[in-house]
T-cell receptor, first 116, second 112 residues
Framework: GAVVSQHPSWVICKSGTSVKIECRSL??????MFWYRQFPKQSLMLMAT?????????EQGVEKDKFLINHASLTLSTLTVTSAHPEDSSFYIC????????????FGPGTRLTVL | QKEVEQDPGPLSVPEGAIVSLNCTYS??????FMWYRQYSRKGPELLMY????GNKEDGRFTAQVDKSSKYISLFIRDSQPSDSATYLC????????????FGAGTRLFVKA
């Protein structure tokens, strides 16, 4: 099946710094990618939809200036958490739909962010 | 009312039992129905995918969709300790731009 990778798999940073997370579709092109956030023992919360060549669409309550999304190519989307705070610590997961086959979401392995 | 309702459990069963996991939903536009398995500290892994109503079987897993009742199920036969994980139902509609809505996830424990 289709593969989506994320990098890094985990990161620890200091408050006030910025962290970039990459999401790549390895064997298919993705004009759209989704970014989710998951707190412990909770389900996935959609943060934003990343669109190749245009601005991302953010869900209600998600600060677009804090969570910068760039979809630079058909296989790469990045999420930058700016001026990170401890409450931003979470598990961030990206996904991409494979429109050429079953329209199924393929998820990356996730990035665990810890802000000290 | 949430768009997708799923009992969070936890659900504990003995090895070899048949497990039934369920979700209900309110949006009749949903066409694509998925079940994902998520192990602790990992990303979700697609288990089953069903388009519209009907049944789908893959090994020990059977997915059922009843659109008239807005109800989907995942059955696991001969459950194994390695099946212990959180199971998330998910659904989407083409008209929604493939925006996937997830259930809360059901934590399953299969005891050896």
């Amino acid at each position: 099946g289709a593969v989506v990778s994320q990098h890094p798999s985990w990161v620890i940073c200091k408050s006030g710094t910025s962290v970039k997370i990459e999401c790549r579709s390895l064997d298919f092109q993705a004009t759209t990618m989704f970014w989710y956030r998951q707190f412990p023992k909770q389900s996935l919360m959609l943060m934003a939809t990343s669109n190749e060549g245009s601005k991302a669409t953010y869900e209600q309550g998600v600060e677009k200036d804090k969570f910068l999304i760039n979809h630079a190519s058909l296989t790469l989307s990045t999420l930058t958490v700016t001026s990170a705070h401890p409450e931003d610590s979470s598990f961030y997961i990206c996904s991409a739909p494979d429109k050429t086959s079953t329209d199924t979401q393929y998820f990356g392995p996730g990035t665990r962010l810890t802000v000290l | 009312q949430k768009e997708v309702e799923q009992d969070p459990g936890p659900l504990s069963v003995p090895e070899g039992a048949i497990v039934s996991l369920n979700c209900t939903y309110s949006n009749s536009a949903f066409q694509y129905f998925m079940w994902y398995r998520q192990y602790s500290r990992k990303g979700p892994e697609l288990l089953m995918y069903t388009y519209s109503s009907g049944n789908k079987e893959d090994g020990r897993f059977t997915a059922q969709v009843d659109k008239s009742s807005k109800y989907i199920s995942l059955f696991i036969r001969d459950s194994q300790p390695s099946d212990s994980a959180t199971y998330l139902c998910a659904m989407s509609a083409r008209t929604g731009g493939f925006k996937t809505i997830f259930g809360a996830g059901t934590r399953l424990f299969v005891k050896a």
